[in-house]
């Protein structure tokens, strides 16, 4: 039988092409696959699996299993564990000793890790939180205290571990116990455990509750000061001020006797050390250079950005309680202090008395820029302002006016502020008294409406608005001019540019913007000195080195003199260099073959072009020196490397005794970015104590102005 024809037409080839496709998988392919899958499942540890199921058995084994999961970068497995913490209902306590497996390390890897969600982040938080409230429990660290007095040294041993744990609640709470005992045996036990734990802290809150604590524990607070100086005190310079302070210090009590009654402690330790007492007048004297001096260094620091723990009492000034503030404002507070001091012994000379408030004002608005709220301005009336007024014989209106003025003369920005926001109108008293000049000087509140700082420019117009004066009074123009201005105040800062060109003008723009700035643009000093004295919140100067109208040292002189612009930041800047490419010297020609005709054609040619120094057939052809020097002066001297004038030292050295604050000078290349300009704007922030105006001071300013505009025009 012959075999059948098959046509292999072109459907029969592409179904016999498609049908291994379509064939089902052998035996033996389908078990390779297999394998393969098996082996590409990687084995569970047998490490992790072992710590999943410790962490069963209870809290302490579950820290311990955190722990071990984040040494073995077991992330995913940590997450899976911290969530099962709440669902097992553990306790605080229990919450606690899971903390306690747990070390800092560790800690700071769990919430770095990118793999760790947010979830368990916030929970281990949450054990530390309670871990640190734990250690610093009052009970905890009150028992730990008294068990340091028990001669068994298996109890006295665990309570100092005990009082390390605690950190500074110990060392506040060592203080307190230590000021409020009267048993000297107990107190000298427990000055040495906070020797051992911390002594520079715990002598500073020692320090601090003798200025500001009760008579009791300022009483305590000697006593362990005078144990601590020991043969040292008349070489302890702090621990002696504190003695001549308490020697002379009057007492809380009206109906007392009128001296304090550490006065002994401190008159035998100042006896003990061979010295005689020292007087009064000459403790006065010390007191107020040291408040001076205080003042100063309050006023010329710069706001950094780091912060510090420090001491602050607590309510029943028997004790203190850390707290953690900007370290600029430190200075301002130990101004603060010193201010304490004198008022403490009874210094109550009228300009003593407006200095110490000065001081005491500036930290209040230093600590906190929102001071001036009603309850904080009733409390320092009839604490603080009342009494000092009355010591000083001067009234409300000439106290504020001479710390006003007084705070102008130091440049104590805050405390102007702080005063400010005193000023309040009195019901059936005329406002006259407020705006009462001296000789040709106006009043010390319309003075302040042109200081350098624009939070304190607005905040003297925001005074005289409520005040709502109805009479004449010199100055009165200059304020409605204020008000116009501060009602079309701007919602971000200005800068004032002076330059004329194009392109540059389209690049600074930009610059400007980046930064946050609104550019004003000006051609002439002329007119930046119109922009400059409008009294905006100006925070930055750009001019070219060479203006049109002046040089650039005449108008740093000029622009300085401007009140409101003193302390703005001055940048003079000039064009980056030209970029010249070298280009190779040419070979000369050869002009041996030439004929006179071609040779004079290339002469005539010479003779009619400009050379480098722009003389038309070459400086070389010119014959006679001296008609040369005449004609073009010393054309062969290279004058490229010459010395510029130093404006940023010019500006330093001629305004460096006025402008103490932001008003810095930069001779720079003009800046082609943001980050040109970060030095300068980082410096001058830092230089001063207020804050930038808010969106929400702004807003207010301009409802305040508008107001007063109003009330001019009924």
Known sequence: MSAPIVRFTPIAILAISILPIWAPVSAPAQGLQQTIEELSVVPPDPAVEQTML?????????????????????????????????????????????????????????????????????????????????????????????????????????????????????????????????????????????????????????????????????????????????????????????????????????????????????SQAITATGAALPSRASVVEKLRSRLDEAARNANNSLRDFGRASTWVMNAKRDGV???????????????????????????????????????????????????????????????????????????????????????????????????????????????????????????????????PNAIVRYEAAAAIARLNPTHAYAGSHRVAERWRQMSLLSDRATAIVLENRPEVISDIETLINQAGLEPRFATSLRQLEVYASLGEDLRLILCKREPVDASAVELIDRVRRIRAARDTPLVVYSDPPNVYVERDEEEEEDLSELNEVELQAIADEAAVTPDRFGVIGGIDNIEGIVHRDLLYGDLDVDSSQRRSIDLQWAGSSRWGDTSLRAGLIRDMERPRSVAGLYELLLESRRRQHLPPLSPIDRSRYRRIAADALADIAR
């Open 54 to 266: 410790r962490a069963q058995r209870g809290p302490v084994e579950l820290g311990r299993a955190i722990s071990a999961l984040t040494r073995m970068g077991e992330f995913e497995k940590l997450n899976e564990l911290v969530g099962l913490i709440e669902s097992r209902g553990y306790k605080d306590q229990q919450k606690v000793s899971i903390a306690a497996q747990i070390t800092a390390a560790e800690r700071l890897r769990i919430v770095t890790h990118p793999e760790v969600s947010p979830e368990t982040i916030n929970a281990i938080d949450a054990l530390f939180a309670l871990r640190q409230e734990s250690l610093a429990s009052p009970d905890r660290l009150a028992k730990a205290i008294q068990a340091l007095t028990i001669p068994d040294v298996d109890q006295s041993l665990p309570a100092i571990r005990v009082l390390f744990e605690g950190g500074e609640a110990s060392t506040a709470a060592l203080v307190q116990t230590i000021v409020t005992t009267r048993d000297s045996a107990k107190r000298d036990t427990w000055l040495r455990a906070m020797i051992r734990i911390d002594e520079p802290s715990g002598t500073t809150a020692l320090r601090r509750i003798a200025l500001y604590g009760n008579e009791q524990s300022r009483t305590g607070a000697l006593s362990a000061l005078v144990r601590l100086a020991g043969n040292d005190l008349a070489q302890n310079e702090a621990f002696l001020i504190e003695m001549v302070t308490a020697l002379y210090r009057v007492s809380d009590d009206p109906n007392g006797t009128g001296t304090d009654p550490a006065a002994n402690i401190a």
């Open 321 to 451: 309680k850390a707290q953690r503030i900007p370290e600029w404002v430190l200075t301002f507070r130990d101004a603060a202090d010193a201010a304490a001091r004198l008022i403490a012994i009874g210094d109550n000379e009228a300009s003593s008395v407006v200095r110490q408030l000065t001081a005491i004002m500036g930290h209040n608005v230093a600590n906190n820029p929102d001071w001036g709220l009603g309850e904080q301005v009733t409390t320092f009336r009839s604490s603080e302002l009342a009494p000092a007024a009355a010591a000083a014989g001067l009234s409300e209106i000439e106290f504020i006016l001479s710390s006003l003025t007084v705070a102008s003369e130091s440049e104590n920005e805050p405390a102007m502020v702080g005063w400010l926001r005193m000023i309040e109108p009195s019901v059936d008293v005329s406002p006259a008294p407020w705006f009462v000049s001296a000789g040709h000087h106006v009043s010390a509140l319309v003075e302040a409406i042109d200081h």
